[in-house]
């Protein structure tokens, strides 16, 4: 069925380093790979997408990776900072009429002063 | 300007009972989405409008579950008889047309069934 999931539930970085979170993903017919932010007691907030027929997009302190042959996302954010701490989210969607996204379980990022 | 307002913060409800959950969405956003979150879970989607019309509503889990918006705004989530496994944080988002993935979120409502 539909799924899109990721590698590890919590990733602990030091501040000032660079992270990275992973996503697997599982339907190849997807159009928009994108990464949502969710902080405790908010709604999520976008932060960056990548079409399918791009391999890499880079945004503010962001830069995204689309590996298609492995189904294999990942989000890196440079010089993590203590206000990167948040739940982060891979989602997809299929181009269209249709606003559907569908999210992966999320990763904890804790980033440590 | 105002982001995405859902109401209430908070519901707290007995089992069987009918609960509706509103979403004011950013002004001029033509597109509106209802998602569930279930705890320390990814969200789940539920429903999408393009204006007043739904056409996606796959993600609805039972026919206890309804939407509508009226005048291109607002919308109502009701759930009748709710259950138990209704319990969750109801999230709502807008955004426009042509920028789908650009998802804005309130911060939700979350249902507690007793």
């Known amino acids: 069925g539909e799924s899109v999931g990721l590698h590890l539930p919590t990733l602990s970085v030091q501040e000032g380093d660079n992270s990275i979170i992973n996503c697997a993903y599982s339907?190849?017919?997807?159009?928009?790979f994108i990464w949502y932010k969710q902080e405790s007691g908010k709604g999520p907030q976008f932060i960056i997408d990548?079409?399918?027929?791009?391999d890499k997009r880079q945004g503010q302190r962001v830069t995204v990776l689309l590996n298609k042959t492995v189904k294999h996302l990942s989000l890196q954010i440079a010089a993590t900072q203590p206000g990167d701490s948040a739940v982060y989210f891979c989602?997809?969607?299929?181009?269209?009429?249709?606003?559907?996204?569908?999210f992966g379980q999320g990763t904890t990022l804790q980033v440590k002063p | 300007g105002a982001g995405v307002s859902q109401s209430p913060s908070n519901k707290v409800t007995e089992k069987g009972k009918d609960v509706e959950l509103r979403c004011d969405p950013i002004?001029?956003?033509?597109?509106l989405y209802w998602y569930r979150q279930s705890l320390g879970q990814g969200l789940e989607f539920l429903i999408y409008?393009?204006?007043?019309?739904?056409?996606?509503k796959s993600g609805l889990p039972s026919d206890r579950f309804s939407a509508e918006r009226t005048g291109g705004s607002v919308s109502t989530l009701t759930i009748q008889r709710t259950q138990q496994e209704d319990s969750a944080v109801y999230l709502c988002?807008?955004?426009?047309?042509?920028?789908?993935?650009?998802?804005?979120f309130g911060a939700g409502t979350r249902l507690s069934v007793l």
């Open positions: 339907n190849s017919a997807s159009d928009y």
């Open positions: 989602a997809e969607r299929y181009a269209g009429n249709t606003g559907k996204l569908i």
């Open positions: 409008f393009q204006g007043n019309s739904a056409p996606d």
């Open positions: 988002a807008s955004s426009p047309t042509l920028a789908k993935n650009i998802q804005y």
């Open positions: 990548i079409r399918s027929n791009m």
């Open positions: 002004s001029g956003h033509t597109a």
